[in-house]
């Protein structure tokens, strides 16, 4: 059984910083694309950030490139969400996921993702 465990959400002021991690366990990390997806109160959960098995493809939805980074490292099982120059509008709970694939792709719609993680709030005020 796979297993997505967030942790490093929180609450910050406009402007601020944090770093999400989404540990994975019970299968090969590798073997996973993975995600992360927002979900604000009263919205559908959205795209946010994807990276390949390899980590050498990603891909950011407009609202957050040049501000949010993805990255994985597989000695610890991990993908880390960096979050920069957050805005109050980011505020929502995020989730990661992951998807078993073949091919190093990058997946960016939630369907196509067959893990998910508990989620974990991030509030940013103004």
């Known amino acids: 059984q796979v297993q997505l465990v967030e942790s490093g959400g929180g609450m910050v002021q406009a402007g601020g910083s944090l770093r999400l991690s989404c540990e994975v366990s019970?299968?090969?990390?590798?073997?996973?694309?993975m995600g992360w997806f927002r979900q604000a109160p009263g919205k559908e959960r959205e795209f946010v950030t994807a990276?390949?098995?390899?980590?050498?493809?990603?891909d950011y939805s407009d609202s957050v490139k040049g501000r949010f980074t993805i990255s994985r490292e597989t000695a610890k099982t991990t993908v880390y969400l960096q979050m920069n120059s957050l805005k109050p509008e980011d505020t929502a709970v995020y989730y990661c996921a992951a998807s078993p694939t073949v091919w190093n792709w990058v997946l960016k719609s939630r369907n196509e993702y067959d893990y998910w993680g508990q989620g974990t709030q991030v509030t940013v005020s103004s």
């Open positions: 019970g299968r090969t990390f590798s073997m996973y694309a």
């Open positions: 990276i390949s098995r390899s980590g050498g493809s990603t």
